[in-house]
Every structure is written in structure tokens, then in C-alpha cells.
């Protein structure tokens, strides 16, 4: 008997991201906060994890209040930091940026406060650069899985009747990253940020799901969906239709990232 490999996770062979690596989290010591809390508090409480040694914030994205509630004087909160993207190259010689999502919980675990902020820090202090992680569903990523995915009978034979393209999107505070995939009759036959007539359907994400997904233990694609992370545009005819091709993906984005890992 034989089991189809897009329902293997690989987690037997599972390494958890590096520290200052797409995936890794932090988590600081529980905080309280001040008697008189303000916007200045709750920035500080925001920037408790910095990514790496030296590291200077450039950007914040503070959406609020993640519940409709204030926070309290002497609150206990956890913050916690995971790192959505790395860019090595957009912030001169010499300096990476790095996203992270910050979330503040209280005591109960509950979603009290969350952010995505930006840091830009010496490319000494962080590990060597990744493609399988560090730019998810950029063009460059895209072009390392379809040379993956082109070397797969079971990719092909999962679209050999498709021709459309296929879009991947994530979304963080810098933007929207996106690839598509040209596909004719199960071969990809262009991959780029965008097609020329457009994707038949993209899905898109944020990026800490997207960053969850790939660098996570187990292959979560089918629970994430079923909760509504991810938001199909275009024809869900085809995205349907074309579920088992989904799978396929996400498992060879887990195996990209695995295989990097090892080196």
C-alpha cells in the first residue's frame, strides 16, 4: 500500500526554525502594565522582543485594540514576537529588515493587543539568508517551489486539466507579497508576479499564517482554511476543484524549507 505523500507532514524529521529566522518566536517575561496607561505604555510593551542584537525599529503598524476593552493599571500581559520576513536586501548594505507580529495576552491567554512592527538590523547578527522562508510567496520563492513542483507526477497529474494561473499572496505591514503560476496542462510554464491575463484564483493570507504554515511542525493548510484564514479571490469553482493541487503546494513550500534546514 501505497500513501500519497501530500498527506505526510514530515514531522518525524521536524527542526524548528532558528533563532532570528521566519518562524522563530519569542516570548517575553510576563509585564505589568502601568498604573496609567497610554499610547507610550503600550508601545514599550510592543517593543519588549527585538529580533536581534542592536536591532532598530523602523516601522510599526499599531491597528488598536484587539478587544473592545481598555487595558487595566497593574494588567499582568505576555508578549509574544514571531518573525514573519526577512529582507536582505531592501535597507542597504549591510542591514536586513525583519517583520515580526507581536501579540499581547492577558492572563487567561486571551488576544489583548496586537502589531506588526519593523526592524532593521546588522546582517552579523542574524542568520545567513533563506529562500525558502525568508521572502514566502515573493517571485523568487515561487520560482525555487515550481521547480519543485515541475519535478512531481502528482502535481502535474493534479492540473493536467487546468490552464489558469495560480496565485499565492501574503500580506504583512510592507505590503502585499505575490506570485502566480502560469500553468498549461500540468506544466508551469511561467512564474512571475503577476500573469498576463491575471490569476484564475489566488489565495491569500498574512503573513504570520503563511509563516506558521510553512516553518510549523505539522502541515496545518486544511485546519487554517477551515478557519477562515485564508481568503480565495477569483473563481472558488477552481479552487475547489483543484484542492488536492493546494495540498500538493503547501507540502512541497514544508519540504523546501525542511530540506534548507538540513542543509
Same mark, same amino acid.
Do not use: N
Given at each position: 500500500?501505497?500513501?500519497? =505523500? ?5 514531522s518525524?524529521s521536524?527542526q524548528?526554525?532558528?533563532?532570528g529566522?521566519v518562524g ?5 517575561a510576563t509585564q505589568k502594565?502601568?498604573?496609567? =496607561?497610554?499610547?507610550?505604555?503600550e508601545?514599550e510593551?510592543?517593543l519588549?522582543l527585538p ?6 525599529l523602523?516601522?510599526?503598524t499599531w491597528?488598536g485594540?484587539?478587544?473592545?476593552r481598555?487595558?487595566g ?8 514576537a ?5 529582507r536582505?536586501d ?9 517583520? #515580526?507580529?507581536?501579540r499581547l ?10 502589531? #506588526?512592527?519593523?526592524?532593521c538590523?546588522?546582517r552579523?547578527s542574524?542568520p545567513?539568508?533563506?529562500?525558502a522562508?525568508d ?15 515541475g519535478?512531481d507526477?502528482t502535481?502535474t ?9 495560480i ?6 505591514s ?6 502566480e503560476?502560469?500553468?498549461?496542462r500540468?506544466?508551469?510554464i ?5 500573469s498576463l491575463?491575471?490569476?484564475t484564483y ?5 503573513a ?6 510553512i516553518?510549523?511542525r505539522?502541515d496545518?493548510?486544511?485546519?487554517i ?5 485564508f481568503?480565495?479571490r477569483g473563481?472558488?469553482? #477552481?479552487?475547489?476543484?483543484l ?5 500538493i503546494?503547501?507540502w512541497?513550500a514544508?519540504k523546501?524549507? #525542511?530540506?534548507?534546514?538540513r542543509g
Amino acid at each position: 500500500m501505497s500513501i500519497d =505523500p501530500i498527506f505526510l507532514d514530515g514531522s518525524d524529521s521536524y527542526q524548528p526554525p532558528l533563532p532570528g529566522t521566519v518562524g522563530s518566536v519569542l516570548s517575553a517575561a510576563t509585564q505589568k502594565v502601568p498604573a496609567s =496607561p497610554g499610547p507610550v505604555a503600550e508601545l514599550e510593551l510592543f517593543l519588549a522582543l527585538p529580533p536581534a542584537p542592536g536591532a532598530r525599529l523602523v516601522g510599526l503598524t499599531w491597528p488598536g485594540q484587539a478587544v473592545d476593552r481598555p487595558l487595566g493599571g497593574g494588567e499582568v500581559l505576555l508578549s509574544e514576537a514571531t518573525i514573519t520576513r526577512r529582507r536582505f536586501d531592501s535597507h542597504g548594505d549591510g542591514d536586513v529588515l525583519i517583520d #515580526q507580529d507581536v501579540r499581547l495576552t492577558d492572563e487567561g491567554g486571551d488576544l489583548v493587543r496586537q502589531a #506588526q512592527a519593523s526592524w532593521c538590523a546588522s546582517r552579523a547578527s542574524v542568520p545567513a539568508p533563506d529562500p525558502a522562508t525568508d521572502e514566502i510567496a515573493s517571485p523568487a520563492w515561487g520560482v525555487a517551489l515550481a521547480a519543485r513542483l515541475g519535478g512531481d507526477p502528482t502535481f502535474t497529474s493534479s492540473v493536467s486539466t487546468f490552464d489558469g494561473s495560480i496565485g499565492l499572496a501574503s500580506r504583512s505591514s510592507a505590503g502585499l507579497a505575490v506570485v502566480e503560476f502560469r500553468i498549461y496542462r500540468g506544466t508551469i510554464i511561467e512564474t512571475a508576479r503577476k500573469s498576463l491575463d491575471g490569476a484564475t484564483y489566488a489565495i491569500e493570507a498574512d503573513a504570520l499564517t503563511w509563516a506558521e504554515l510553512i516553518t510549523g511542525r505539522y502541515d496545518d493548510y486544511v485546519r487554517i482554511a477551515a478557519r477562515g484564514l485564508f481568503t480565495v479571490r477569483g473563481s472558488g469553482f #477552481q479552487y475547489l476543484r483543484l484542492t488536492k493541487t493546494m495540498r500538493i503546494m503547501v507540502w512541497h513550500a514544508r519540504k523546501m524549507r #525542511q530540506e534548507a534546514r538540513r542543509g
